[in-house]
T-cell receptor, first 113, second 112 residues
Framework: DAGVIQSPRHEVTEMGQEVTLRCKPI?????LFWYRQTMMRGLELLIY????????DSGMPEDRFSAKMPNASFSTLKIQPSEPRDSAVYFC???????????FGPGTRLLVL | AQSVTQLGSHVSVSEGALVLLRCNYS??????LFWYVQYPNQGLQLLLK??????LVKGINGFEAEFKKSETSFHLTKPSAHMSDAAEYFC??????????FGTGTSLTVIP
């Protein structure tokens, strides 16, 4: 299996622009998680889905952030408009529902200027 | 509520010395516990996990961790550090649902 796939791996954008991060979970996994990692705050869970349905989005920082999972093999995390404080590494992870282990993608390194 | 505390955000050891990374958890139910490793510019990789079987868990790259319920601890050890062990290590606890709670991480430096 190819593992969790994220794109792009790096994104540089200007403040105010829309940013879309993409994730393809491992085939057969029906839980998907979005995390943000910064030096100051460590690893934060933003949102997670079970069977394409958002279960807990309490970690989403504000309305500028939105996430969708239109099908079992694809999810997006969108930031609109982006701000410099959104600069971070964003990870997607997947697991089997009720499964013991999360598998992480390589991350998207976002820099908002 | 579940949480983990990693004592020491930075640990330095000499090559060949014992590695000990500390993790204490808080959980209202018997937990699932994990150690993940993150190498520079990479995602997190599972190192080992405890799922209520044997209390001493062996993982990849010579690491192991022991679940001690009385101490609510799940410390990670390796008898002899290698230069390639330099990385960030995260302890995590999972509840009966799907949500993981990660610690703040411990950065391991191996001194040649």
């Amino acid at each position: 299996d190819a593992g969790v796939i994220q794109s792009p791996r790096h994104e540089v954008t200007e403040m105010g622009q829309e940013v879309t991060l993409r994730c393809k979970p491992i085939s057969g996994h029906n839980s998907l998680f979005w995390y943000r990692q910064t030096m100051m705050r460590g690893l934060e869970l933003l949102i997670y889905f079970n069977n394409n349905v958002p279960i807990d989005d309490s970690g989403m920082p504000e309305d500028r952030f939105s996430a969708k999972m239109p099908n079992a093999s694809f999810s997006t995390l969108k930031i609109q408009p982006s701000e410099p404080r959104d600069s971070a590494v964003y990870f997607c992870a997947s697991s089997q529902q009720g499964g013991e282990t999360q598998y992480f993608g390589p991350g998207t390194r976002l820099l908002v200027l | 509520a579940q949480s983990v505390t990693q004592l020491g955000s930075h640990v330095s050891v000499s090559e060949g010395a014992l590695v000990l990374l500390r993790c204490n958890y808080s959980s209202s139910v018997p937990p699932y516990l994990f150690w993940y490793v993150q190498y520079p510019n990479q995602g997190l990789q599972l190192l080992l996990k405890y799922t209520s079987a044997a209390t001493l868990v062996k993982g990849i790259n010579g690491f192991e961790a022991e679940f001690k319920k009385s101490e609510t601890s799940f410390h990670l050890t390796k008898p002899s550090a290698h230069m390639s062990d330099a990385a960030e290590y995260f302890c995590a606890v999972k509840n009966t649902g799907n949500q993981f709670y990660f610690g703040t991480g411990t950065s391991l430096t191996v001194i040649p």
